[in-house]
């Protein structure tokens, strides 16, 4: 699934989303625009939150993406949230989530952050020996922050396969390997101003493999094994984050969040009964898997500039700003034309940003049909780490974000204005 579920060519021959066509909104909205469709966003949710079931609680990583418009739709879908600072804590709580919906994660923490979560009732997921102290320094005598220790389990997984060694070399978690996991849950039991309340892992992001998943349930297994033997410590949550990957490109063939889930749920109540273990309730934190899919981005072609017999560079009016992750991540995206999204073959073009840097290209190469200035391109699969990763560089507002569903159009966030460029200079 590249697009969203409610993807449709109208009878303008148009790109539709939600019901609206993506001219018309390019039309009353501006370009670049971030088009968020409601329908799919609340499926993905619910069929993680279906496929969980009695077994645990899903709560969604709001790094992805975290408009409170946004959060309230996932919200409203029976998700939580992981959070990973004030900032994130703010914007989930402005959606309307409460505290204990919430986790807080992070692997530097600052004491007023850990502060603000505990007043907001969120839960605490230690990830790092000095979060120990602060915790002695902040939550009041007499009173106890419920936390979960973050756990290295040392699987490092990748698209294609998953190899089990480097865990060691993270900033993230406790490592098993090196008897500092099992310390930390020593430290926590004895905190006087920490509640354990389970433990917590996340072996990366953009997984294809779900058997990497499996891998790290059994290495989280194992240690709750000798955790039970040897401090008579049985977590009552296990969290096993989030990582599902999506399709960007029609190469791209995820499994879908039911098998992600089936497959961890499966490998923790088979495991645990296996090791005579009592069934942890499972944490999952998806965030790419939620967004993703549900978010296309519209730009408008500008200049266009042709070197023969060598490539064809067609500008949009974004870029970098506003998806950083081909630059980064050497992700590929595909593109389609609004006004033809379903046009075979045409010619190969490389679609370039507007920022002054050279490597600001969205797709080097790909077959559109001919292409003037003012033409739409749909980028589809941005839903996910694209806006929330988006900057001001160059000088450059922030796009606008518009959530469609059953025809209608509303503002989530509003375009940036020169104003919101100035707001926090001292002139
Ligand atoms: N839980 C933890 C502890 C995480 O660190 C992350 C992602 C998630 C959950 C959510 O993972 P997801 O379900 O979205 O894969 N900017 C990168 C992705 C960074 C992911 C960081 N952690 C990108 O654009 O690909």
Redesign the pocket.
Known sequence: MLFPITYRVNARGHLEIGGCDLADLAAAHGTPLFVYDEATIRQRAAEFVSAMGEAGRVLY?A??FASPGFLRVVAEEGLGA?VVSAGELELALRAGLKGDQIFF?GNNKSAQEIALAYQAGATLVIDGAYEFELLQRVIPEGERARALVRISPGIKPDTHDFISTGQLDSK?GFSIENGQARAAVETALRHPRLELVGLHS?I????FDLRAHQAAMDVMLDLLVELKRDLGYEPANLGA?????IAYTKEDDPPTPRQFVEVIRSALAAGSDRRGLKRPQLVI?????VAGPAGVTVYTVGSIKDIPGVRRFVAVDGGMGDNI?PK??G?RYEAVKVAEPEAAGGELVTIAGKYCESTDILISEIRLPPLQPGDLLCVPATG??CLA?ASNYNGMPRPEVVMVAAGQARVIRRRETLDDLLAAEVL
């Open positions: 990583s790094k992805a992981d994660l993230f996340h990366g992001s953009q997984i984050g989030g990582g599902l990957g934190e998806p965030g790419r898997a992750r980064l991540y992700a996910a780490y990763m």
